[in-house]
Protein backbone atom coordinates (compact mmCIF):
# COMPACT_ATOMS: atom_id res chain seq x y z
CA UNK A 1 0.00 0.00 0.00
CA UNK A 2 1.25 3.47 -0.84
CA UNK A 3 0.98 6.42 1.82
CA UNK A 4 0.15 9.95 0.53
CA UNK A 5 1.39 12.37 3.01
CA UNK A 6 0.09 16.15 2.78
CA UNK A 7 3.17 18.02 3.84
CA UNK A 8 2.58 21.27 1.64
CA UNK A 9 0.46 23.59 3.94
CA UNK A 10 2.05 27.19 5.58
CA UNK A 11 1.61 26.52 8.91
CA UNK A 12 0.38 29.55 10.17
CA UNK A 13 -0.23 28.94 13.30
CA UNK A 14 3.92 28.01 14.28
CA UNK A 15 4.73 30.40 12.65
CA UNK A 16 7.94 30.28 15.41
CA UNK A 17 8.88 27.55 13.26
CA UNK A 18 7.70 27.12 9.63
CA UNK A 19 8.92 30.70 8.90
CA UNK A 20 12.22 28.76 8.10
CA UNK A 21 10.94 25.57 7.42
CA UNK A 22 7.69 23.39 6.16
CA UNK A 23 5.57 22.20 9.62
CA UNK A 24 6.71 18.21 8.37
CA UNK A 25 9.78 19.33 8.81
CA UNK A 26 9.80 20.72 12.74
CA UNK A 27 12.14 18.48 14.68
CA UNK A 28 10.72 15.82 17.90
CA UNK A 29 13.54 14.39 19.47
CA UNK A 30 16.41 15.55 16.66
CA UNK A 31 14.43 14.43 13.81
CA UNK A 32 11.40 16.03 11.52
CA UNK A 33 7.54 14.79 12.52
CA UNK A 34 7.46 13.69 8.63
CA UNK A 35 9.93 11.13 9.54
CA UNK A 36 7.91 9.83 12.87
CA UNK A 37 5.48 9.63 10.45
CA UNK A 38 6.83 7.59 7.94
CA UNK A 39 8.94 4.88 10.55
CA UNK A 40 4.93 4.71 12.14
CA UNK A 41 4.13 3.49 9.05
CA UNK A 42 6.82 1.86 7.49
CA UNK A 43 6.97 -0.18 11.21
CA UNK A 44 3.90 -2.00 9.51
CA UNK A 45 5.01 -2.51 6.25
CA UNK A 46 4.34 0.86 4.14
CA UNK A 47 7.51 2.03 3.12
CA UNK A 48 6.38 3.46 -0.16
CA UNK A 49 5.42 7.24 0.50
CA UNK A 50 4.36 10.08 -1.76
CA UNK A 51 5.21 13.39 -0.23
CA UNK A 52 2.39 16.39 -1.50
CA UNK A 53 5.02 19.36 -0.87
CA UNK A 54 3.93 22.96 -1.29
CA UNK A 55 5.95 25.91 0.78
CA UNK A 56 9.22 25.44 1.24
CA UNK A 57 9.78 22.07 0.18
CA UNK A 58 13.29 22.72 -0.99
CA UNK A 59 14.27 21.69 2.67
CA UNK A 60 11.78 18.59 1.97
CA UNK A 61 13.47 17.95 -0.94
CA UNK A 62 17.44 18.18 0.59
CA UNK A 63 16.40 16.09 3.44
CA UNK A 64 15.42 13.14 1.52
CA UNK A 65 18.11 13.48 -1.51
CA UNK A 66 20.81 13.86 1.36
CA UNK A 67 19.23 11.31 3.84
CA UNK A 68 21.56 8.70 3.69
CA UNK A 69 24.82 10.72 3.53
CA UNK A 70 24.12 12.88 6.14
CA UNK A 71 22.61 9.80 8.97
CA UNK A 72 25.76 7.33 8.29
CA UNK A 73 29.49 7.39 9.25
CA UNK A 74 31.37 7.51 5.82
CA UNK A 75 35.13 7.59 4.50
CA UNK A 76 35.95 10.11 1.75
CA UNK A 77 39.23 8.74 -0.10
CA UNK A 78 40.64 11.91 -1.80
CA UNK A 79 43.68 10.11 -2.59
CA UNK A 80 41.18 8.13 -4.83
CA UNK A 81 39.51 11.36 -6.73
CA UNK A 82 37.62 11.68 -3.22
CA UNK A 83 35.59 8.38 -3.36
CA UNK A 84 33.21 7.94 -0.66
CA UNK A 85 32.18 4.64 1.56
CA UNK A 86 28.99 4.76 3.65
CA UNK A 87 29.56 2.68 6.55
CA UNK A 88 27.32 0.78 8.47
CA UNK A 89 22.96 -0.11 7.99
CA UNK A 90 21.23 2.78 6.77
CA UNK A 91 17.52 2.21 8.80
CA UNK A 92 15.23 3.77 5.91
CA UNK A 93 16.90 1.53 2.92
CA UNK A 94 13.61 -0.78 2.14
CA UNK A 95 11.73 3.15 1.51
CA UNK A 96 10.73 4.44 -1.51
CA UNK A 97 10.02 8.19 -1.44
CA UNK A 98 8.15 10.63 -4.25
CA UNK A 99 8.68 14.17 -3.63
CA UNK A 100 5.79 16.07 -5.51
CA UNK A 101 5.25 19.73 -5.72
CA UNK A 102 1.64 20.30 -5.08
CA UNK A 103 2.00 24.11 -5.04
CA UNK A 104 2.34 26.35 -1.82
CA UNK A 105 -1.33 27.37 -1.83
CA UNK A 106 -3.51 24.28 -2.55
CA UNK A 107 -5.70 23.03 -0.55
CA UNK A 108 -5.35 19.09 0.51
CA UNK A 109 -7.93 17.71 -2.05
CA UNK A 110 -6.01 19.81 -5.04
CA UNK A 111 -3.06 18.08 -3.41
CA UNK A 112 -3.86 15.04 -3.50
CA UNK A 113 -5.64 15.03 -6.91
CA UNK A 114 -2.28 16.79 -8.35
CA UNK A 115 -0.10 13.43 -7.24
CA UNK A 116 -2.72 10.86 -9.02
CA UNK A 117 -0.18 10.01 -11.56
CA UNK A 118 1.85 8.42 -8.94
CA UNK A 119 -0.81 6.29 -7.32
CA UNK A 120 -1.60 2.30 -8.48
CA UNK A 121 -4.82 1.71 -8.91
CA UNK A 122 -5.43 0.37 -5.45
CA UNK A 123 -6.50 1.68 -2.06
CA UNK A 124 -3.99 3.96 -0.34
CA UNK A 125 -3.54 5.92 2.85
CA UNK A 126 -3.87 9.45 3.10
CA UNK A 127 -2.54 11.35 6.44
CA UNK A 128 -1.63 14.73 7.19
CA UNK A 129 2.68 15.80 7.83
CA UNK A 130 1.46 17.02 11.54
CA UNK A 131 0.16 14.00 13.45
CA UNK A 132 1.25 11.24 15.91
CA UNK A 133 -0.66 8.10 16.96
CA UNK A 134 -0.26 4.72 17.35
CA UNK A 135 -2.45 3.38 15.06
CA UNK A 136 -3.12 -0.30 14.45
CA UNK A 137 -3.15 0.05 10.69
CA UNK A 138 -3.75 -3.56 10.09
CA UNK A 139 -7.23 -2.82 12.05
CA UNK A 140 -8.19 0.06 10.20
CA UNK A 141 -7.60 -2.00 6.60
CA UNK A 142 -10.09 -4.34 8.23
CA UNK A 143 -12.14 -1.72 9.18
CA UNK A 144 -12.26 -0.15 5.81
CA UNK A 145 -12.29 -3.52 3.63
CA UNK A 146 -15.51 -4.79 5.62
CA UNK A 147 -17.11 -1.52 5.10
CA UNK A 148 -16.84 -1.41 1.12
CA UNK A 149 -16.63 2.39 1.97
CA UNK A 150 -14.26 4.51 -0.79
CA UNK A 151 -13.20 6.25 2.01
CA UNK A 152 -12.35 5.00 6.02
CA UNK A 153 -10.72 8.05 8.15
CA UNK A 154 -9.47 7.27 11.48
CA UNK A 155 -11.38 8.94 14.52
CA UNK A 156 -10.18 10.01 18.00
CA UNK A 157 -11.81 11.81 21.20
CA UNK A 158 -9.20 14.68 22.07
CA UNK A 159 -8.31 15.38 25.61
CA UNK A 160 -9.12 19.39 26.66
CA UNK A 161 -6.30 21.99 26.56
CA UNK A 162 -8.33 23.27 29.59
CA UNK A 163 -9.07 22.06 32.85
CA UNK A 164 -13.08 22.13 33.45
CA UNK A 165 -14.32 23.69 36.53
CA UNK A 166 -17.71 22.69 37.62
CA UNK A 167 -19.01 24.87 40.22
CA UNK A 168 -22.67 26.05 41.46
CA UNK A 169 -24.51 29.71 41.57
CA UNK A 170 -22.60 30.60 44.69
CA UNK A 171 -19.42 29.91 43.26
CA UNK A 172 -18.41 26.63 45.58
CA UNK A 173 -15.92 24.49 43.06
CA UNK A 174 -17.96 21.07 43.28
CA UNK A 175 -15.43 19.18 40.46
CA UNK A 176 -12.49 20.29 38.88
CA UNK A 177 -11.48 17.89 35.84
CA UNK A 178 -7.72 18.49 34.10
CA UNK A 179 -8.30 18.47 30.56
CA UNK A 180 -10.78 16.00 30.27
CA UNK A 181 -11.40 14.14 27.32
CA UNK A 182 -14.10 15.40 25.05
CA UNK A 183 -17.81 14.40 24.02
CA UNK A 184 -16.98 14.20 20.11
CA UNK A 185 -14.84 12.31 17.65
CA UNK A 186 -12.60 14.18 15.44
CA UNK A 187 -10.91 13.21 12.28
CA UNK A 188 -6.98 12.57 13.08
CA UNK A 189 -5.98 11.61 9.88
CA UNK A 190 -4.60 7.88 8.51
CA UNK A 191 -7.54 7.74 6.40
CA UNK A 192 -7.86 4.71 3.77
CA UNK A 193 -9.06 5.54 0.21
CA UNK A 194 -10.23 3.76 -2.71
CA UNK A 195 -8.63 4.54 -6.26
CA UNK A 196 -12.18 5.97 -6.94
CA UNK A 197 -11.65 8.67 -4.35
CA UNK A 198 -9.84 10.37 -7.13
CA UNK A 199 -13.18 11.07 -9.06
CA UNK A 200 -14.58 13.69 -6.50
CA UNK A 201 -11.65 15.27 -6.10
CA UNK A 202 -10.73 18.79 -8.21
CA UNK A 203 -7.43 21.17 -8.53
CA UNK A 204 -8.58 23.44 -5.90
CA UNK A 205 -11.04 20.89 -3.93
CA UNK A 206 -10.63 20.64 0.40
CA UNK A 207 -10.55 17.13 0.97
CA UNK A 208 -12.34 17.52 4.32
CA UNK A 209 -15.01 19.57 2.81
CA UNK A 210 -16.96 18.67 -0.31
CA UNK A 211 -15.88 15.71 -1.40
CA UNK A 212 -15.92 14.03 1.49
CA UNK A 213 -19.91 15.73 2.11
CA UNK A 214 -20.79 14.44 -1.20
CA UNK A 215 -19.66 10.61 -0.08
CA UNK A 216 -21.01 10.75 3.04
CA UNK A 217 -24.35 11.70 0.88
CA UNK A 218 -24.05 8.59 -0.76
CA UNK A 219 -23.27 6.47 2.00
CA UNK A 220 -19.64 5.96 1.28
CA UNK A 221 -17.68 7.17 4.64
CA UNK A 222 -16.38 4.58 6.78
CA UNK A 223 -15.29 5.97 10.69
CA UNK A 224 -12.68 3.62 12.65
CA UNK A 225 -12.34 4.48 16.00
CA UNK A 226 -8.75 4.43 17.00
CA UNK A 227 -8.55 3.78 20.95
CA UNK A 228 -4.89 4.47 21.51
CA UNK A 229 -2.58 7.61 21.23
CA UNK A 230 -2.82 10.40 19.12
CA UNK A 231 -1.57 13.79 19.23
CA UNK A 232 -1.14 16.77 16.42
CA UNK A 233 1.18 19.12 16.31
CA UNK A 234 -0.48 22.45 16.21
CA UNK A 235 1.00 25.13 18.62
CA UNK A 236 4.60 25.55 20.06
CA UNK A 237 3.30 23.95 23.22
CA UNK A 238 2.22 20.79 21.20
CA UNK A 239 5.13 20.87 19.61
CA UNK A 240 7.35 21.09 23.78
CA UNK A 241 5.11 19.09 24.54
CA UNK A 242 6.05 16.25 21.76
CA UNK A 243 9.65 16.85 22.19
CA UNK A 244 9.10 16.07 26.38
CA UNK A 245 7.37 12.66 25.67
CA UNK A 246 9.91 12.01 23.41
CA UNK A 247 12.74 11.91 25.42
CA UNK A 248 10.34 10.04 28.14
CA UNK A 249 9.94 6.99 25.66
CA UNK A 250 7.34 8.44 23.11
CA UNK A 251 3.97 6.72 22.87
CA UNK A 252 3.52 6.74 18.75
CA UNK A 253 7.03 5.07 18.53
CA UNK A 254 6.13 1.07 17.60
CA UNK A 255 9.16 0.56 15.98
Not at 60 to 83: C, N, V
Not at 90 to 98: I, L, R
Not at 171 to 187: A, I, M
Request: some cysteine; overall charge negative.
Amino acid sequence: MQAVILAGGLGTRMREETEFRPKPMVEIGGKPVLWHIMKILAAQGINEFIICAGYKQEIIRDYFLTLREKTQDFTIDFSAGAEVTLHDDFEEANWKVTVADTGAYTMTGGRVKRISRYLREEPFLITYGDGLADIDLKRLVDSHTQSHATLSISTSIPRSRFGVVVSDESGKVNSFLEKPRSSENVNIGFMIAEHTLLDYLYDDSILEDEPVQRLVQEGKVNAYFHEGYWQPMDTQRELQALNHLWSEGAPWKIW
